[in-house]
């Protein structure tokens, strides 16, 4: 099984560069997220989707965007990459309910110079 | 708001002995925990969870966690660490207060770094 497939694993960016990190899941999952994670800040949420068309914001939005056009992809875009976005970035989904456990792609590190 | 807390962020142990790891949540009505761990440059693993069937939870890997509500803990235990287990292990809860959408979001602690002494 596939699970969580995210793309690309490395990338580096100059700043004022835009670009798209891709994530698809085969479990049928309705719930969709997005993480970065930074030394000693844990995950931070950015945005999460619902269901196919639905979208919210987290905790850190500023600077991503979102669509969920069908319910395997959950793509993030960087508009205008900036150093501050150097990240570790998952991608996360899970059934939707409350006590289930979300999976997670491999991760995407990105580094913007 | 939920929250957690995760004290120490480095752990080391020596091959052998007891692992404990720490973690707190703030919320007045007990959230659902979750115990993940990251190897190296890897995504996030699913150790244990929490979902009130039973304030013991057995997962994988020889460890375990107890949920105490009167002290607002989940703290992860293992009884002999491994060299296997050099990890980062991260807390997280989700809210199960909530019926809706917020309900689905998981808040993660700042992780703990264990390190095993051979």
């Known amino acids: 099984n596939a699970g969580v497939t995210q793309t690309p694993k490395f990338q580096v960016l100059k700043t004022g560069q835009s670009m798209t990190l891709q994530c698809a899941q085969d479990?049928?999952?309705?719930?969709m997220s997005w993480y970065r994670q930074d030394p000693g800040m844990g995950l931070r949420l950015i945005h999460y989707?619902?269901?196919?068309?639905?979208?919210d914001q987290g905790e850190v939005p500023n600077g991503y965007n979102v669509s969920r056009s069908t319910t395997e992809d959950f793509p993030l875009r960087l508009l205008s990459a900036a150093p501050s976005q150097t990240s570790v970035y998952f991608c996360?989904?899970?059934?939707?309910?409350?006590?289930?456990?979300?999976?997670f792609g491999q991760g995407t590190r990105l580094t913007v110079v | 708001a939920q929250s957690v807390t995760q004290l120490g962020s480095h752990v080391s142990v020596s091959e052998g002995a007891l692992v404990l790891l720490r973690c707190n949540y703030s919320?007045?009505?007990?959230?659902?925990l979750f115990w993940y761990v990251q190897y190296p440059n890897q995504g996030l693993q699913l150790l244990l969870k929490?979902?009130?069937?039973?304030?013991l939870v057995k997962g994988i890997n020889g460890f375990e966690a107890e949920f105490k509500k009167s002290e607002t803990s989940f703290h992860l235990t293992k009884p002999s660490a491994h060299m296997s287990d050099a990890a980062e292990y991260f807390c997280?809860?989700?809210?199960?207060?909530?019926?809706?959408?917020?309900?689905?979001?998981?808040?993660f602690g700042t992780g703990t770094s264990l390190t095993v002494i051979p």
């Open positions: 479990m049928n999952h309705e719930y």
């Open positions: 997280a809860v989700s809210d199960r207060s909530r019926s809706d959408i917020a309900g689905n979001q998981f808040y």
């Open positions: 919320s007045s009505v007990p959230p659902y």
């Open positions: 996360a989904s899970s059934k939707g309910l409350t006590n289930t456990e979300a999976f």
């Open positions: 929490y979902t009130s069937a039973a304030t």
């Open positions: 989707s619902v269901g196919a068309g639905i979208t």
